[in-house]
């Protein structure tokens, strides 16, 4: 099993749809989780931490889930500028960080 | 404000050439340090992390080398390429851990810089 895993899509939505992404984790002692999104040959860049619980940032919520070892990604009303590969990163017990393959996301006018 | 410094943006070089990416960061102080590669359609494999001047870890058996001269500076070396040493190479950073540990282990994200695109030919 992957210690990260993530559906790669793409995930092709019309403009003001709402789109979820989940991401599991193998590492039940994971203490730290975050999204990043990516740009087409461009740097990843953190789009938000996740914390225990749940958390907000204007159209985007992310959540946590402990037991099914889960992280979820909510885009509410996407725009254009929401195309981008989004990037699960979870730490290992040994601190660092692991990156998802990452899913990509495609919003169409 | 932190920011981070990596050049440069692209690269062209030719089997058995040697290689020398520098990454810098500004506004922090013993900050963790990292090399990643990204093959073209593929995740963020790490290369090596630095907690400190001089202490280099490495990740995988490799062609490459890094170093870490001074607090915040990490090169990343090669003395001959190879045509697998092709990639998109970036250098992050991210402050210690929150929670005091000066080791690898940190609970902070992970911030990069813009990557070097190096074609080998």
């Known amino acids: 099993r992957k210690e990260v895993e993530q559906d790669p899509g793409p995930f092709n939505v019309p403009e003001g749809a709402t789109v979820a992404f989940n991401c599991t984790y193998s590492n039940s002692a994971s203490q730290s989780f975050f999204w990043y999104r990516q740009d087409c040959r461009k740097e990843p860049k953190l789009l938000m931490s996740v914390y225990s619980s749940g958390n907000e940032d204007g159209r985007f919520t992310a959540q946590l889930n402990r037991a099914s070892q889960y992280i979820s990604l909510l885009i509410r009303d996407s725009k254009l500028s929401d195309s981008a590969t989004y990037l699960c990163v979870v730490n290992d017990q040994g601190g660092k960080l692991i990156f998802g393959q990452g899913t990509e996301l495609s919003v169409k006018p | ?121």
């Not at chain 2, 990292?34 to 870890?57: E, H, K, M, P, T």
């Not at chain 2, 402050?95 to 690898?104: A, D, E, F, R, V």
Request: with cysteine.
């Open chain 2, 1 to 121: 404000s932190q920011t981070i410094h990596q050049w440069p943006a692209t690269l062209v070089q030719p089997v058995g050439s040697p290689l020398s990416l520098e990454c810098t960061v500004e506004g922090t102080s013993n900050p963790n340090l990292y090399w990643y590669r990204q093959a073209a359609g593929r995740g963020l494999q790490l290369l090596f992390y630095s907690v400190g001047i001089g202490q280099i870890s490495s990740e995988v058996p490799q062609n490459l080398s890094a170093s870490r001269p001074q607090d915040r500076q990490f090169i990343l070396s090669s003395k001959k390429l190879l045509l697998s040493d092709s990639g998109f190479y970036l250098c992050a950073w991210s402050p210690k851990s929150s929670g005091g540990n000066s080791g690898l282990y940190s609970n902070q994200p992970q911030h990069f810089g813009d990557g070097t695109r190096l074609s080998i030919l």
